[in-house]
């Protein structure tokens, strides 16, 4: 079974402050691990995917196998990163993504 | 480019009634999902489809029928709704195939079960 976990229902920062959600994952294999974004009022969109290696908006993750992790990362926060973020995962072979909990991400001016 | 179009965005049924939510996408992809979302789940994969004709039950399919008779259309309906199905749907569509692929997402429909 593959499983995404993300500790964190809110978190609070202020603008310019560093940000980390987290995620965590449970799967044997090896997964495609990706952050998708809900701003308000809009439809849920890719951020970035652990395969690509990307910093989108400033933001990137690394995947750890050991630790089995994708944090999302962000060094100085800004308002307009206010959102709901869900980590999400794609195991070998399936063709559905299995989501975590989701975080909301609050940034105070 | 329209991407994934949810049909209807909100409706209120009593518990009982029947309804069906039209999913439609326009970009020619082989797969389509439907997701609902509730508050502290995230979103729990209903039923899933990954080509015309075919479907397939996801994480909590219990309650959902859906049905793909055209690649561009993913139906999902709920034959007796009940207060526990309250929630907001997504339905989203990828291309086939692993690794760069992307999930695009329609805008959600609220649903709520009185």
């Known amino acids: 079974a593959q499983r995404v976990t993300q500790p964190e229902k809110l978190l609070s920062v202020f603008k310019g402050a560093p940000v980390e959600l987290k995620c965590n994952y449970s799967?044997?294999?090896?997964?495609?691990l990706f952050w998708y974004v809900q701003y308000s009022r809009q439809r849920l969109q890719l951020l970035l995917r652990?395969?690509s290696r990307e910093s989108i908006k400033g933001f990137t993750a690394d995947l750890n196998k050991g630790e089995t992790s994708f944090h999302l990362k962000k060094p100085f926060a800004q308002e307009e990163d206010s959102a709901m973020y869900y980590c999400?995962?794609?195991?070998?072979?399936?063709?559905?993504?299995?989501f975590g909990s989701g975080t909301r991400l609050q940034v105070q001016p | 480019n329209a991407g994934v179009t949810q049909t209807p965005k909100f409706r209120v049924l009593k518990t009982g009634q029947s309804m069906t939510l039209l999913c439609a996408q326009d970009?020619?992809?082989?797969?389509m999902y439907w997701y609902r979302q509730d508050p502290g789940m995230g979103l729990r994969l209903i039923h899933y489809?990954?080509?015309?004709?075919?479907?397939a039950k996801g994480e909590v399919p219990d309650g959902y029928n859906v049905s793909r008779l055209k690649k561009q259309n993913f139906l999902l309906g709920l034959e007796s709704a009940a207060p526990s199905q309250t929630s907001v749907y997504f339905c989203a569509s990828s291309t086939r195939g692993t690794g760069r692929t992307e999930a695009f997402f329609g805008q959600g429909t609220r649903l709520t079960v009185v």
């Open positions: 652990h395969i």
């Open positions: 999400a995962l794609r195991g070998t072979g399936r063709r559905a993504l299995t």
């Open positions: 970009m020619n992809h082989e797969y």
């Open positions: 489809s990954v080509g015309e004709g075919t479907t």
């Open positions: 799967y044997s294999g090896s997964p495609e």
